[in-house]
């Protein structure tokens, strides 16, 4: 069992301390760990993730790259590289404080604004998650309204302008049933660690914690989003919220520049741009169809017929697989029965085999038999089948000959 020093003082940093083991894989392909009779260190528990530091020993300076709580109490530290230290030796810690601070940041802030919930909308939390990035609580309610998220954020700060003081209280589970606990844990302890939000909140937590809730600098709530136990909330405090907020006014200010716009206006432009996307779209399919009806009359004009049809074979070095299935369908619809084997060699090469109605050929049969020598994909009907050849040179005698071959006309 380690003494866990964080739980009287998160603002304590450094601490000296006795080695109680030295492992050099405590898991299996795990980095060297050490045991010390006490310790600052935060191990991840309870939704707080782990701090990370330096153990010094001698001349030696090791970083603490991960610190986990064991089944018996013990808290394992987890080190960048092997410890030359043994058993009973002195060694020194180091907390890394502004990744410490972060922590108490989130950590408070998250008492604070499940408090909020609560006191406003009775909605408990169910789950609280800190990341990297972002932290999240799971609250239990079937709905949540923007009104209501706007409201809990703003008492939130209110309880953080108003600088209460947070203090740390040790009691036996019986006088925690008295006090009115936020949430009662599983009562397996003789003793319970209590953060108190003076006046506001009171709830049993191991976690490392500011002195007054000024620290916690600002809440600001973020995404929310319906989750299966309830709604959860994604939210940022401290220096995380002021990061977050930078990080957001400069993608919204990089968007405004390119709208050359306000940025309160970048909605309306967005719209705008969409609505000009979706107009000039028609336009395109519009001319397409026009351009593939004069490509199809200009074909046939150009084609002679022999055995009663006209074979149409012609490929497109800048035109993609839409177009030449709409020449395909043009091509294929007039009153003499034609087949027509079209390809697109770019942006990607695309193969399109067609038939007029009656004709006895299998087009689906066919671009199986060019695809097997051209590689690719592909596949269709008897009348209408389309395919991405492997390979586009010469891909105008290649067909040319497939359609001597296949005795097309
Ligand atoms: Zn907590």
């Not at 018996?72 to 230290?85: C, Q, T, V």
């Not at 009775?122 to 239990?140: E, P, Q, R």
């Not at 947070?166 to 397996?188: H, Y």
């Not at 020449?327 to 770019?346: H, I, N």
């Amino acid at each position: 069992m380690t003494e866990r020093l964080y739980y009287h003082d998160s603002n304590l940093h450094e601490f000296e301390a006795e080695v109680l083991d030295v492992m050099s894989a405590p898991n299996s392909g795990s980095r060297p760990a050490v045991i010390l009779d006490r310790t600052a260190f935060y191990p991840t528990s309870g939704g707080q993730v782990f701090d990370t530091g330096w153990i010094i020993a001698d001349q030696q300076k090791l970083r603490v790259a991960e610190v986990v709580e064991q089944e018996d109490g013990a808290i394992l530290h987890y080190l960048e590289s092997a410890p030359a230290m043994e058993k009973g030796g002195r060694v020194h810690g180091l907390i890394d404080v502004e990744r410490r601070r972060d922590h108490m940041q989130q950590h408070s802030g998250q008492h604070v604004l499940s408090a909020a919930f609560v006191r406003l909308f009775n909605m408990a939390t169910v789950s609280f998650h800190m990341g990297a990035d972002y932290c999240s609580i799971d609250l239990d309610t079937k709905s949540l309204s923007s009104d209501q998220v706007q409201a809990a954020e703003a008492l939130a700060n209110d309880v953080v302008m108003e600088n209460r003081p947070v203090a740390i209280r040790f009691v036996t589970p019986e006088e925690a049933r008295n006090l009115g606990l936020r949430k009662l844990p599983p009562m397996e302890k003789d003793q319970l660690r209590l953060i108190d939000i003076h006046d506001f909140d009171l709830t049993a937590c191991g976690g490392t914690h500011v002195s007054g809730t000024g620290q916690i600098g600002c809440i600001l709530l973020r995404k929310t989003e319906k989750v299966k136990q309830g709604w959860r909330v994604e939210f940022v405090c401290g220096k995380r919220a002021v990061a977050t907020a930078r990080r957001d006014y400069a993608t919204l200010t990089e968007a405004a520049s390119l709208f050359s716009s306000h940025l309160e206006d970048v909605p309306q432009q967005i719209k705008k741009a969409q609505e000009e996307t979706r107009a000039s779209r028609k336009s395109r399919e519009q001319l397409l169809e026009e351009l593939a009806d004069l490509h199809a009359a200009r074909l046939l004009a150009e084609t002679p017929e022999s055995t009663g049809r006209k074979v149409v074979i012609r490929t497109y070095p800048d035109r993609d697989l839409t177009f030449i299935k709409l020449l395909a369908q043009r091509l294929t619809r007039q009153s003499t029965p034609v087949v027509a084997l079209l390809g697109a060699t770019s942006n990607p090469p695309a193969l399109v085999f067609a038939e007029s109605p009656g004709l006895p050929f299998d087009m689906g049969a066919l671009m199986r038999e060019a695809l097997a020598q051209l590689g690719g994909r592909g596949g269709g009907s008897k009348e209408m089948a389309q395919g991405g050849p492997g390979k586009v040179e010469g891909l105008d005698e290649f067909l040319t000959a497939l359609a001597r071959r296949s005795d097309l006309g």
